[in-house]
């Protein structure tokens, strides 16, 4: 069976984004769907160390060899090459460009897909299934109880996303979204919703804490005692949503089965505006 292959980087709201657009991909042409998780046996200097976590969901692929990219098996071939060789000789198509490109949803396999694709107009004709493998694992204790007080509420997920924006490229390339942002997206759902109850999501839970003013009541979840995917997962279970600009609370967004939930997002997603944002945000959500 021809196989759509898919390179894997990034944190946890990357790789659901390049699985989403593979899989909608490989439903789309009858093809097997194939990670290449290489990526992850070398260290980014433009990024943290990242881990694949995909593998934690109920995912339908399988996971490339682990030769496929190790130049150390395949002598002084470069890593493109080596993992051209590995997947059959299949053609790379590169992401043109940062909004949607129509190329990659009439590719025919065998084929390699190398890029970002953070729109879901890749994957709306498999909306369904990619919910359905994408929804992040459940947890017990602490988790549990927080997402019991979650769906007895009217609940919102707030998303600060800081530690890697602020250093380096990042910061350069991303920016920040300010407490401003915050503070009026949350007054904006509290004039159309009444009285809210805010759950927060940070990897910078105390400028959070002492930064954020919010005027509803307000959990601070990220204190230790949920991993990373149990947040993703408690976000999804919010009935609104204020996000960051960051792939990681868009699918806490996305994933809401909320038929009526409303969705916050920063109008401003990169610093660098060179970027055409324009696919990112679904229709339905407000930009502010």
């Known amino acids: 069976m021809a196989s759509v ?19 909608a991909l490989a439903l789309r042409t009858g093809a097997d769907l194939v990670l290449d998780i290489s990526s992850y ?51 790379t198509l590169h992401e043109a460009h940062f909004h949607f490109d129509p190329r990659i949803i009439s590719a025919r396999p065998p084929v390699r897909l190398d890029g970002y694709f953070q729109s879901e107009r890749y994957f709306a004709d498999a909306e369904a299934q990619i919910r359905t493998e994408l929804a992040p694992p459940s947890e017990a204790g602490h988790a549990a109880a927080l997402a019991h007080r979650i769906g007895e509420a009217q609940s919102v997920s707030l998303h600060v996303r800081r530690t890697d924006y602020t250093q380096g490229d990042a910061a350069s390339v991303h920016g920040l979204c300010a407490p401003d942002y915050y503070a009026a997206a949350v007054a904006e759902l509290s004039q159309r919703l009444g009285p809210l109850e805010i759950f ?20 601070f979840v990220s204190d230790g005692r949920v991993s990373d995917l149990g947040e993703l997962w408690l976000m999804s279970l919010c009935s609104h949503h204020v996000i960051a600009n960051s792939t990681f609370s868009w699918w806490g967004a996305w994933l809401s089965p909320n038929p009526d939930k409303i969705v916050i997002a920063p109008r401003k997603w990169f610093a660098d505006a060179s970027f055409d944002t324009t696919d990112l945000v679904p229709e339905s959500w407000f930009r502010r």
């Open 200 to 219: 927060v999501f940070s990897d910078d839970i105390a400028w959070a804490q002492a930064n954020l003013d919010l005027k509803q009541p307000a959990t």
């Open 5 to 23: 292959t898919v390179n894997m980087m990034g944190g946890a709201g990357n790789q659901m984004f390049q699985y989403a657009v593979a899989r």
């Open 41 to 91: 046996r070398t260290r980014s200097r433009h990024t943290p160390p990242r881990s694949f976590c995909l593998d934690r969901f109920p995912i339908a692929a399988r996971i490339a060899p682990k030769r496929q990219g190790d130049p150390g098996r395949l002598g002084k071939l470069t890593d493109r090459a080596a993992r051209w060789f590995a997947t059959g000789r299949a053609p």
